[in-house]
């Protein structure tokens, strides 16, 4: 059974989805973008009340790394308050302008994995075999192509929690995140890839630590503004930089995002306010209407400005 502000199956947000785009067919549709390395079927969440308008988009993902479960509760959450309140007309209009796209769980076989035994919990990687291994996964936030492993990978497939895949790509997860990417790279103008680690939201340059993208300001103030509308919640701020700063790692969704579909804002977001990787259920229904306050603040500046 499902319930928002615990930790879901992926069957069950799975069928919450298909109960939402149900209930409310003229603004939730999903759009099945292909299968897993285990075969479950990704669905992109897309709410938007002016289909035909061509709004900017924003994309939302999370969940790459499986054992980060608030990404997907915090995602899944995103998508049922961005239908409700709509309905309500309580959105002071963030979706009369942009629409939204939404995966909530980019990683399923990982996340149903770390999900199957307390020994398993940690498990970070996606759960993939290749031939040339007799070892599984590949951390999806290293597997992107654009600078791919020149920075923080691993070519351990076997010992690593940050094994980059026998090439950029070789996921079938991060293929289906990236074909989302540049096949919408028109519409899209911000970029979020939710995560759990030590309250950052960071963007590119991601792989290095040595240079800022030309129009850094830029991501740093919406950055900015976000964590203050967290806090202004009552949440916990952010600590906004790049994330080469924090520390360097290439073939994150982010720098992809920004680097090589040219959106023009691009983050990762690290929900966590000190638990790391194992946040605690029962601080969901606290935490996550906070961090929505911040989605608001992004939906507004991205319909101010594009
Ligand atoms: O290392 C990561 O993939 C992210 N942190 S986590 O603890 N959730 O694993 C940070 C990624 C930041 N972006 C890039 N380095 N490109
Ligand atoms: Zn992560």
Redesign the pocket.
């Known amino acids: 059974s499902f319930n928002i502000f615990g930790y879901n199956s992926f069957g069950a947000i799975q069928g919450y989805l298909e109960e939402l785009a149900h209930k409310f067919p003229n603004l939730v549709q999903l759009q099945e973008l292909g299968k897993s390395f285990e075969g479950r079927t990704m669905k992109l969440v897309k709410i938007s009340s002016q289909p035909e308008a061509g709004n900017p988009v924003i994309f939302v993902d999370a969940g ?2 499986s054992r ?1 479960w608030v990404a997907p509760a915090m995602a899944t959450y995103l998508i049922s308050r961005l239908a409700t309140d709509s309905d309500s007309m309580q959105i002071g209009g963030i979706l009369d302008g942009v629409d939204w796209y939404i995966l909530p769980v980019v990683n399923p076989d990982g996340y149903e994995y770390s999900r199957s035994s307390a020994n398993k919990r940690l498990w970070r990687k996606t759960r993939s075999k290749t031939t040339n291994s007799r070892c599984y996964g590949v951390d999806g ?1 290293r597997n992107y192509g654009f600078k791919w492993a020149v920075s923080g990978v691993s070519n351990d497939p076997c010992h690593a929690e940050t094994f980059a895949g026998n090439k950029a790509f070789s996921e079938p997860e991060t293929r289906m995140v990236s074909s989302v990417m540049l096949d919408n790279k028109q519409r899209i103008k911000l970029y979020v890839s939710l ?3 030590g309250q950052y939201l960071v963007y590119p340059w991601g792989y290095t630590g040595d240079y800022l993208p030309k129009q850094w300001k830029k991501l740093d103030n919406m950055g900015k503004a976000v964590s203050v509308a967290v806090q202004r919640a009552g949440g916990k701020p952010f600590k906004v930089m790049s994330a080469g700063k924090w520390y360097p790692a290439a073939g994150g969704s982010d720098d992809f995002a920004y680097g090589a579909a040219g959106i023009p804002y691009s983050y990762t977001m ?1 929900l966590t306010e000190g638990y790391e990787f194992t946040f605690p259920e029962s601080l969901l229904s606290k935490t996550l209407p906070q961090v929505y306050e911040g989605f608001k603040e992004f939906g507004k500046r991205i319909k101010k400005e594009f």
Request: charge should be negative.
């Open positions: 790459i790394h980060e936030n995560h759990s680690y690290e």
